[in-house]
């Protein structure tokens, strides 16, 4: 009887080792939730309309090169006061490593951070020199810029039908067709370009392509063209430039749409002056 009962404990004291060592190595359930590293997006802005990259924070400084609209870049700095005004961005353009300074303004850009939030510039290069000029007069913006040019010429065909339009909502647009393939607005044409200079042709103020019509300088469609964007009754170009008073310079650009007639190149050039209202 002892025999049999030192046995039973025994065997039970061994069960209880087992057990214990089965609950030790029993796996993980596999729906438990880990913990994961949430990583913080880089900073990154976007262009809404094509503009240019300047070399300081302000249209002072000189203009580096036009950008795209749609353009990615990388914020660095921020400063709250350009010259003359306004408020801008130090970025890095991702496709090409160049660095420079483009407008602030929400019209032109977005960014995924706010932009105040960057460190401030410490490498803002000296602020250029302007002639001293008579005082102006100031006069309050109450509309859009007045416009009046030279009447539009150049070089096309007997069978191309056109119409340069100008408008002071939306400085102007090309009604043209290639009547061969009809009279309708665009009919046999493929695209537009337009640019807008200095009266001298030494800077390019504002480019733009359009593919389709109506060819308008801001594009925009049937039967409107896109107007002047307009701050706090200030107005600009869509790369967001200030309209400055003065003197300019218009080339338009037709090109065919047919492949036999792609050699051919039409074009309208002419003087218009800007006058605030």
Sequence with gaps: MFRRLTFLVFFLFLMGIGVACSSSSTPEPEDVVRETAVVDEDPTCTLTQSGNLFSGPGLSFP??????????????????????????IEVEVVATNEQGWVTAGSAFITCNINPTSLPP???IPPTPTIEPTNTPQVVAQVGPPRITNNAPGGTKADYVLDEV??????????????TRFGDEDGAGIDHADFTISTQDGSHVIYENREDHAAYCVFQGGEPNCNP??????????????????????????????????????WNWDFDFWIDKP
């Design 121 to 123: 510039a410490t490498n």
């Design 165 to 178: 339009i100008v408008d002071d909502d939306f400085l102007f647009r090309i009604y043209i067709a290639d």
């Design 63 to 88: 203009p580096l090169r036009g950008l795209s609209s749609d353009e990615t870049l990388t914020p660095l700095a921020f400063s709250a006061q350009g010259f003359p005004d306004g408020q801008w």
């Design 228 to 265: 002047w964007i307009e701050e706090n009754g200030r107005f600009f170009w869509p790369n967001g430039l200030e309209v400055q008073p003065g003197s300019y310079h218009a080339t338009i650009l037709v090109y065919p749409q047919h492949p036999e007639f792609q050699d051919e190149v």
